[in-house]
């Protein structure tokens, strides 16, 4: 099985603030990884799929990158709305596997 | 407009069973996988079964493996998640998804999900 490991697991940040995270995969799974925001009592939204692929309708300060086995997504400047949890997913094969989470906070 | 409603939650004892089925809308159902996620209160997302078109794959998770079953009516446009043996750590939000087929095991990130419907399993 492909273990993904998101880091951080949470971070407190500010507004403007330009933020990274990671997702390892164990094994190559080429760019067959996607990036969700998930606010409390909500579905994840997909902001980011094929690894690097902005989903239409997210802003542009959001980017994913990578290939492989290390991934990135990238909040360039965060803003009030970005506050949230975000999770990697991959579906190169099965089972699928998500990263554990990191927990965007104001600092 | 894309739509997936899930419906069939509720508390449940130890050792029971429930059906979740999540109504499709707004696209040709039958192009598309379709994937379960569930929720645990406060911890991440677990994916939990997902099943092709065709219903011709289907993949499980090691944790609800011969409890769980997926299946999908493509002239209903409607897919199920029958659950048996339920256990307290089946609790859970669960969400259904859409995914693009790209291989019999490679997808495109899942785009479209449901509000999700809560399961507890609770004596």
């Keep these: 099985d492909i273990q993904m490991t998101q880091s951080p697991s949470s971070l407190s940040a500010s507004v403007g603030d330009r933020v990274t995270i990671t997702c390892r995969a164990t094994q190559d799974i080429r760019n067959d990884l996607g990036w969700y925001q998930q606010k409390p009592g909500k579905a994840p939204k997909r902001l980011i799929y094929a690894a690097s692929s902005l989903q239409g309708g997210v802003p542009s300060r959001f980017s994913g990158s990578g290939s492989g086995t290390e991934f990135t997504l990238t909040i360039s400047s965060l803003q009030p709305e970005d506050f949230a949890t975000y999770y990697c997913l991959q579906h190169n094969s099965y089972p699928r596997t998500f990263g554990q989470g990191t927990k965007v906070e104001i600092k | ?123």
């Design chain 2, 1 to 123: 407009e894309v739509q997936l409603v899930e419906s069939g939650g509720g508390l449940v004892k130890p050792g029971g069973s429930l059906r979740l089925s999540c109504a499709a809308s707004g696209f040709i159902f039958s192009n598309y996988n379709m994937i379960w996620v569930r929720q645990a209160p406060g911890k991440g997302l677990e994916w939990v079964s997902s099943i092709d078109g065709g219903s011709s794959y289907i993949y499980y998770a090691d944790s609800v493996k011969g409890r769980f079953t997926i299946s999908r009516d493509n002239a209903k446009n409607s897919l199920s998640l029958q659950m048996n043996s339920l256990r307290a750590e089946d609790t859970a939000v669960y969400y259904c998804a859409r995914e693009s087929f790209i291989t019999m095991v490679r997808g495109v990130t899942p785009d479209y999900w449901g509000q999700g419907t809560l399961v507890t399993v609770s004596s």
